[in-house]
């Protein structure tokens, strides 16, 4: 994600997707400016359907979407365009909001009829049924944009959502299986990571006053505060003996206190009582991780990532493992995923920079210092890293020294101001100048 007007974008020269650009701008408040953008992408490209609806959208906060619905009009009237007209009048409907969605259907209906063989216009008809709670006919309709077109990972979460809605989670959870091999974005990663927790959700069926101390119990563990957690859930399994997150959370607490035999029994219990328990399964692999029987451990986090491809814990502890076993690629691989489903989290991102660098793959570890960058431009560990990194690619590529060597520069001064005291990058710009 690019952040609109920060210091990061005068130093890297990567190019960046125009309609990402483009689109940034609306969220940082520029929709005019946007909107601009877009109309310029439109001139060269006028059947690029993510184009017309970034212009939808700026067009609501710039105060233009009448002037658009009035371009769309046009356009469902030209011979050849109508599809296009039909689509963008349906969008400038469902920015509208509610008591709009019936025009919304309308103009995507028609341009379904003209453009039969676009996955993303079933799949908006699909999101407008579903804001209807017409959720058989919204599952039709993206079965079909599915049909069209499997590799959209968005499709894929839309219709997971309602299938969840439906009642067959499980067909949810393998409908969304394939995602992370598809690059989502972060949003459509984020939302399937909430809608597979929500599948997985350990107090889901728990009656309110008991799912409200076992919250408790896990907040206890948070604090640290382990025997009071541990009795908390003892008191809770009193009262109903049979709850697997109960189980799970007296697993943790036992896990804590170095009990690993009382914290595997309690965890085997949760399983017995909930075999499809994310939770439990990863609590034991921590047990088993603890007791150095790294292939048990790795079996109960991948067994963990089967039910769940979305579980965060499960992800960073196979790329844990992977780290203390030096095995670099794979290492990267884990830690890909958890910026991929965890994109804020800068530890993930820090963590993967490093084992790029360690496997040696330096352009990859650019991007995600970069990718610090874009979220924090003042990250100073990133643009160090970066300052090296140029340093030393420049020194193995005498080609292209000259350019790695400005960029290191650009980095290291910036870094310097940050913090003028700090004399590793003292000595780093004092090498540049050699």
């Known amino acids: 994600m ?8 005068a130093i890297s ?22 909107y601009r953008r877009f109309e310029e992408i439109l001139e060269k490209d006028p059947g690029n359907l993510t184009a017309h609806r970034g212009l939808v959208e700026a067009a609501y906060f710039a105060g233009k979407l009448e002037a658009v619905g009035d371009r769309y009009r046009k356009l469902s009237e030209e011979k050849g365009s109508e599809g296009l007209g039909h689509y963008g009048l349906g969008l400038c409907a469902v920015v509208r909001g509610p008591g709009h969605m019936q025009a919304a259907l309308l103009g995507l209906e028609n341009a379904a009829v003209r453009m039969p063989k676009e996955a993303d216009v079933p799949y908006r008809i699909g999101l407008v049924l579903l804001m209807n709670g017409e959720n058989q006919k919204a599952k039709e309709s993206f079965d079909r944009a599915m049909q069209l077109n499997p590799n959209r990972a968005d499709v894929r979460v839309a219709l997971a959502s309602v299938l969840v809605r439906l009642g067959r989670e499980q067909e949810a959870i393998e409908i969304m299986r394939k995602i992370l091999l598809l690059s989502p974005s972060p949003d459509v990663a984020k939302k399937a990571r909430i809608l597979t927790s929500q599948v997985y959700d350990p107090l889901k069926e728990t009656v ?8 408790k119990a896990v907040d206890l563990l948070h604090e640290d505060a382990v025997q009071q957690a541990l009795a908390l859930v003892e008191k809770v399994l009193g009262k109903n003996p049979q709850l697997p997150f109960a189980h799970s959370i007296k697993g943790l607490a036992h896990s804590r206190l170095e009990n690993l035999g009382e914290a595997i029994v309690s965890f085997e219990r949760a399983l017995d009582l909930r075999p499809q328990s994310p939770v439990a399964l990863v609590g034991l692999g921590d047990v088993y991780a603890r007791l150095e029987k790294w292939q048990r451990a790795r079996e109960y986090y991948e067994k963990a990532i089967g ?7 499960a992800h960073k502890r196979m790329g844990e493992m992977a780290l203390a076993r030096r ?6 691989s884990r830690y890909g995923t958890l910026v991929l489903l965890d994109p804020e989290n800068l530890a993930h991102r820090h963590q993967l920079g490093l084992i790029l660098v360690k496997a040696g793959r330096f352009e990859e570890a650019l991007a995600a210092y970069e990718g610090i960058l874009q979220l924090n ?14 340093m030393l690619m420049g020194a193995r590529e005498p080609v292209t020294r000259k350019e790695h ?11 310097q101001k940050l913090n003028p005291d700090n004399q590793a990058v003292f000595e780093m710009l004092q090498r540049l100048e050699d």
């Open 2 to 9: 690019l952040i609109i007007g920060c210091n990061h974008a």
């Open 13 to 34: 020269d990567r190019s960046i997707d125009p309609l990402v650009a483009a689109r940034n701008l609306t969220k940082a408040g520029l929709a005019l400016e946007a």
């Open 208 to 215: 309110p006053e008991l799912a409200q101390d076992l919250k």
């Open 307 to 313: 039910l769940d491809p979305f579980d965060l814990e």
């Open 327 to 332: 095995d670099h690629d794979w290492a990267a």
């Open 377 to 390: 431009d003042d990250d100073m560990e990133s643009l160090v890293r970066l300052g090296s990194l140029h």
């Open 405 to 415: 060597r400005r960029r290191a520069r650009a980095y290291l001064e910036k870094a």
